[in-house]
């Protein structure tokens, strides 16, 4: 089956820091990859997504790059600020095989101090 | 601005009771996804209907859980009864799922807080 992998947290960085959260994942196909990122008291809200291998998401200085060899998709920032703050989802879709639903990750807990 | 909306968005109730929570999906999308999360299990899936057909429940304890979409703008998740466990944030989630499309972004709406005593 499909199963999503997350670095264990809490992480707790200093503003401006640089930030690496690990995903690796498991899938019996060919996945489309998310992160999705939840903010205190919200739902999740998608923050970038790669849909083949070599593919990099991006959004609000967040990158992440489908390294099909290493079935991995780690979420960086080089410069975090405290609104970044959140919980960290990452996550797969296999169309194919799940009909588009997610497998989810443990979600990583950021913590950025001033 | 299109979003999901869920109610309520607090609830606490007393063991043996029954729970219903309501999710109105962005208008057009024809996915609709019921999740639960929980400090010790996470995220996980309960429930997606396409076009308001169940096609997959298996997460679902299914002696005391029901999930139901009486109209595209309306799905429903109700418990009966309640119990302590069933505690957790109910999250619903929506999207559009057409043909050959490779990927369907889900939308997911701010959940509901159930409390069973």
């Known amino acids: 089956g499909n199963s999503v992998t997350q670095m264990e947290g809490p992480v707790t960085l200093s503003e401006e820091a640089f930030l690496t959260i690990n995903c690796t994942y498991t899938?019996?196909?060919?996945?489309?990859l998310f992160w999705y990122v939840q903010y205190p008291g919200e739902g999740l809200q998608l923050l970038l997504k790669a849909t083949k291998a070599d593919d990099k998401g991006s959004n609000k200085g967040f990158e992440a790059t489908y390294r099909k060899e290493t079935t991995s998709f780690h979420l960086e920032k080089g410069s975090v600020q405290v609104s970044d703050s959140a919980v960290y989802f990452c996550?797969?879709?296999?169309?194919?095989?799940?009909?588009?639903?997610?497998?989810f990750g443990e979600g990583t807990q950021l913590t950025v101090n001033p | 601005d299109a979003r999901v909306t869920q109610t309520p968005r607090h609830k606490v109730t007393e063991m043996g009771q029954e729970v219903t929570m309501r999710c109105q999906p962005i208008?057009?999308?024809?996915?609709v996804f019921w999740y639960r999360q929980t400090m010790m299990q996470g995220l996980e899936l309960l429930a997606y209907f396409r076009n308001r057909a169940p096609l997959d429940d298996s997460g679902m304890p299914k002696d005391r859980f029901s999930a139901e979409m009486p109209d595209a703008t309306l799905a429903t998740l109700k418990i009966q009864p309640s119990e302590p466990r069933d505690s957790a944030v109910y999250f619903c989630?929506?999207?559009?799922?057409?043909?050959?499309?490779?990927?369907?972004?889900?939308?997911f709406g701010p959940g509901t807080r159930l409390t069973v005593l």
């Open positions: 899938a019996t196909g060919y996945p489309s």
């Open positions: 996550a797969l879709s296999e169309r194919e095989t799940s009909g588009s639903r997610l497998t």
């Open positions: 989630a929506s999207g559009f799922r057409a043909g050959s499309t490779r990927y369907n972004e889900q939308f």
């Open positions: 208008l057009g999308h024809n996915t």
